[in-house]
């Protein structure tokens, strides 16, 4: 199994409706982060936990909702889609020693 | 605040060829700089990393030196093959081993032709 696993790889979805993109790692790690992808943009933050009780807005939160339900998973909800919310997501984890690893992204399409 | 920009891509190279990825940065303090690629398809991996000014990264042939005076961390690659073809990304990271975010340039996109 993957280090950070992310469901789904890929998603459609219309205007207006509620979606879960979901990470779960195997790491043991406290820190995990939501980035999202654009092109010519590179990754921005969307939120971030340091640990089971803490959440963070990043720079760009507005339009999503986090959820860090044990140390291993932690879920970005987009209450009401949005065709500008169409990116790729990639959940990520991090500790002192080894840095940043990265799940395989979640490609999500808003029409 | 921090930054980083890097070079606009895409950069079409033949195999054997020298690499140059320029990135330059603006923060406070003292950053920590790094070099991720992302393979088609795949989630980002660390290429290498930097932790104080001077310092040099390297891995699989690829180099990147930390250079304060310039803030500069520009990624090189003496003589590259197809298999390197991706998007590479600079990042720094304000305070690194502390629980640190990291901010990315744009991500830069090479393309590797026999």
């Known amino acids: 199994d993957a280090d950070v696993t992310q469901t789904p790889r890929n998603r459609i979805t219309k205007t207006g409706k509620r979606i879960m993109l979901e990470c779960s790692q195997t790491?043991?790690?406290?820190?995990m982060y939501w980035y999202r992808q654009d092109p010519g943009l590179g990754l921005r933050l969307i939120y971030y936990?340091?640990?089971?009780?803490?959440?963070n807005k990043g720079e760009i939160s507005d339009g999503y909702s986090v959820s860090r339900q044990a140390q291993a998973k932690f879920s970005l909800s987009l209450e009401s889609a949005i065709p500008n919310q169409t990116a790729l997501y990639f959940c990520?984890?991090?500790?002192?020693?080894?840095?940043?690893?990265f799940g395989s992204g979640t490609r999500l399409t808003v029409v | 605040g921090n930054s980083v920009t890097q070079m606009e891509g895409p950069v079409t190279l033949s195999e054997e060829a020298f690499l140059t990825i320029n990135c330059t940065y603006t923060?406070?303090?003292?950053?920590?700089l790094f070099w991720y690629v992302q393979y088609p398809g795949e989630g980002l991996q660390l290429l290498l990393k930097?932790?104080?000014?001077?310092d040099k990264g390297s891995n699989k042939g690829f180099e990147a030196t930390y250079r304060k005076e310039t803030t500069s961390f520009h990624l090189e690659k003496g003589s590259v093959q197809v298999s390197d073809s991706a998007v590479y990304f600079c990042?720094?990271?304000?305070?690194?081993?502390?629980?640190?975010?990291?901010?990315f340039g744009q991500g830069t996109e090479l393309s590797v032709k026999p």
């Open positions: 990520a984890t991090e500790d002192n020693s080894n840095g940043y690893t």
């Open positions: 790491k043991g790690h406290d820190r």
């Open positions: 936990s340091f640990d089971v009780k803490d959440i």
């Open positions: 923060a406070t303090g003292y950053p920590s």
């Open positions: 930097a932790t104080k000014a001077d």
């Open positions: 990042a720094l990271s304000p305070t690194y081993n502390q629980g640190g975010k990291l901010i």
